[in-house]
């Protein structure tokens, strides 16, 4: 199993670019089971996810072609076997995407329930409801969701929690329905708005993307076409914590500041100074912050997905910052692992009291989940001497190339087989 080696201390200067989004690839390939034609990607990140989700698409009899530019093309014109067995979901939990896109085009599909995993229970029970809304038959048997429709109908769908993935497999679905479907607490992160941006070139109707009110009318075929992904706004954040921690000046390419204000927010709050425009951010910092409280919760507020990473900001800031979870219940692993380098951090429940240390101390470290690695990273990146993050293959599923980038920046970093 790999690992990373960091020497901590060193500022982050220079120039990086930014990959396409995880979160975006994951249904729009998806989506690529929908079209009647091939489709062509460009921008996709090289992550394990990317390539789980290209397996799982093969093993149904997508054709898949990658090119040394990770430029994908996708052809559904011989899938024979609509089935996501347990031994890929339970690898990746985006597999559970499929599921509306196969019913809406081929009248069945065979998904394994997703189960459990490290950050908390994560049940599948809207998006199964939403599909029954819209007609289809859906029993769970032996750990499988078994469904089966004829033609989907447009339905109004009331999401009692906002789900990303769940308003992403509707939506899909919903694109070949008969009639129009309205789905309400909808999510409105920029991955949804990146899939209906998709899904409308492929020439579906959908209006409101980015509210809480999706609407889509349904059609009765879609085509292929040439999709360039967006770009990946945690990884973003992570990097500009990353320089707000270290202190530096960074210039992020190929990103886009209007995706991530919440977290640009924190950080200015923080002390950094950040400036933008269309394609790029920089970020100045002396690394010296200020504790900032947060809160996560949907899109536009502070996403999930950067608490680790700020987590690990507070724990050297001046100060004491209130860092509260309300998505998952169980999304506080990094902290034990913090502590060991010397972070003062109380959990109660839901909420983390963190109190900023003098200084971390590098020690050997491992996460059970990509954004607390993550978190680590930021970490060890200004722990006094050695960091070794072990279990790196969490990172690998969702952070393109991460040592090397942080190297292109000056930091001491290095992956090591082991
Ligand atoms: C997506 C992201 C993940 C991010 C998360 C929250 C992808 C591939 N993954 O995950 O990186 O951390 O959004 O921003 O895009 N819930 C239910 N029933 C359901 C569905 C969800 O109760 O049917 C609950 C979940 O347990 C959780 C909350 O809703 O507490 C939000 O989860 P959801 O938005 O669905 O997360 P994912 O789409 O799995």
Redesign the pocket.
Same mark, same amino acid.
């Given at each position: 199993m790999d690992k990373l080696i960091i020497q901590g201390g060193f500022p982050l200067n220079g120039e990086i670019r930014i990959s396409g989004a995880?979160?975006a690839t #994951? /249904?729009i390939f998806c989506a690529g089971l929908l079209a009647e034609s091939p489709m062509r990607f460009s921008n996709v990140p090289h992550l394990r996810d990317v390539n789980t989700m290209l397996l799982l698409l093969a093993h149904m009899g997508m054709q898949v072609a990658v090119d040394e530019s990770m430029n994908v093309t996708l052809d559904a014109s011989k899938i024979h076997n609509p089935l996501a067995p347990y031994e890929m979901v339970k690898t990746m $939990?985006?597999s &559970? #995407?499929v599921l509306g896109p196969l019913l809406a085009r081929f009248g069945k599909a065979r998904v394994s329930l997703p189960g459990g995993c490290a &950050? %908390?229970? $994560? /049940?599948?029970? #809207? !998006? &199964?409801?939403g599909l029954q809304a819209m007609g289809a038959e859906i029993h769970i048997e032996h750990g499988y969701i078994e469904a089966t429709a004829k033609r989907l109908k447009g339905a109004r769908i009331f999401m009692d929690? =906002? +789900? =990303? +993935? %769940?308003t @992403?497999n509707l939506m899909m679905a919903a694109a070949l329905a008969d009639g129009i479907t309205v789905l309400e607490n909808a999510?409105r @992160?920029p @991955?949804v708005v990146d899939l209906a941006e998709c899904l409308i070139k492929m020439g579906a109707k959908i209006t409101g993307a980015g509210t809480d009110v999706i609407t889509i009318e349904g059609v009765e075929r879609l085509q292929g076409c040439d999709y360039s992904i967006v770009c990946d706004r945690?990884e973003t954040g992570t990097y500009l914590a990353a320089a707000a921690m270290t202190g530096g000046r960074v210039k992020l390419n190929n990103t886009r500041a209007d995706l991530l204000e919440a977290v640009i927010d924190k950080l200015r709050e923080a002390g950094a100074k950040i400036s933008h425009d269309a394609n790029s951010i920089t970020i100045e910092s002396d690394g010296k912050l200020k504790a900032v409280n947060l809160r996560t919760a /949907? !899109?536009p507020a502070f /996403? +999930?997905?950067m608490q680790a990473q700020l987590m690990a900001m507070n724990t050297v800031a001046d100060g004491v910052a209130q860092v509260t979870e309300t &998505?998952? @219940?169980n999304r506080f692993m990094h902290v034990q692992e913090m502590r060991r380098m010397g972070a003062e951090i109380e959990v109660d429940g839901h909420a983390a009291l963190v109190r900023g240390a003098k200084h971390l101390d590098g020690t050997t470290v491992m996460a059970t989940d990509l954004?607390a690695s993550a978190g680590l990273v930021l970490a060890g990146l200004v722990a006094r001497g050695e960091t070794i993050v072990e279990r790196i293959y969490h990172l690998d599923r969702g952070y393109e190339r991460i040592e090397e980038k942080l190297s292109q920046l000056g930091a001491r970093i290095k992956r090591v087989s082991s």
């Amino acid at each position: 199993m790999d690992k990373l080696i960091i020497q901590g201390g060193f500022p982050l200067n220079g120039e990086i670019r930014i990959s396409g989004a995880k979160n975006a690839t #994951l /249904p729009i390939f998806c989506a690529g089971l929908l079209a009647e034609s091939p489709m062509r990607f460009s921008n996709v990140p090289h992550l394990r996810d990317v390539n789980t989700m290209l397996l799982l698409l093969a093993h149904m009899g997508m054709q898949v072609a990658v090119d040394e530019s990770m430029n994908v093309t996708l052809d559904a014109s011989k899938i024979h076997n609509p089935l996501a067995p347990y031994e890929m979901v339970k690898t990746m $939990r985006a597999s &559970i #995407l499929v599921l509306g896109p196969l019913l809406a085009r081929f009248g069945k599909a065979r998904v394994s329930l997703p189960g459990g995993c490290a &950050i %908390g229970s $994560r /049940p599948v029970n #809207l !998006h &199964i409801k939403g599909l029954q809304a819209m007609g289809a038959e859906i029993h769970i048997e032996h750990g499988y969701i078994e469904a089966t429709a004829k033609r989907l109908k447009g339905a109004r769908i009331f999401m009692d929690m =906002v +789900t =990303v +993935t %769940g308003t @992403e497999n509707l939506m899909m679905a919903a694109a070949l329905a008969d009639g129009i479907t309205v789905l309400e607490n909808a999510a409105r @992160e920029p @991955e949804v708005v990146d899939l209906a941006e998709c899904l409308i070139k492929m020439g579906a109707k959908i209006t409101g993307a980015g509210t809480d009110v999706i609407t889509i009318e349904g059609v009765e075929r879609l085509q292929g076409c040439d999709y360039s992904i967006v770009c990946d706004r945690i990884e973003t954040g992570t990097y500009l914590a990353a320089a707000a921690m270290t202190g530096g000046r960074v210039k992020l390419n190929n990103t886009r500041a209007d995706l991530l204000e919440a977290v640009i927010d924190k950080l200015r709050e923080a002390g950094a100074k950040i400036s933008h425009d269309a394609n790029s951010i920089t970020i100045e910092s002396d690394g010296k912050l200020k504790a900032v409280n947060l809160r996560t919760a /949907p !899109h536009p507020a502070f /996403p +999930t997905d950067m608490q680790a990473q700020l987590m690990a900001m507070n724990t050297v800031a001046d100060g004491v910052a209130q860092v509260t979870e309300t &998505i998952f @219940e169980n999304r506080f692993m990094h902290v034990q692992e913090m502590r060991r380098m010397g972070a003062e951090i109380e959990v109660d429940g839901h909420a983390a009291l963190v109190r900023g240390a003098k200084h971390l101390d590098g020690t050997t470290v491992m996460a059970t989940d990509l954004r607390a690695s993550a978190g680590l990273v930021l970490a060890g990146l200004v722990a006094r001497g050695e960091t070794i993050v072990e279990r790196i293959y969490h990172l690998d599923r969702g952070y393109e190339r991460i040592e090397e980038k942080l190297s292109q920046l000056g930091a001491r970093i290095k992956r090591v087989s082991s």
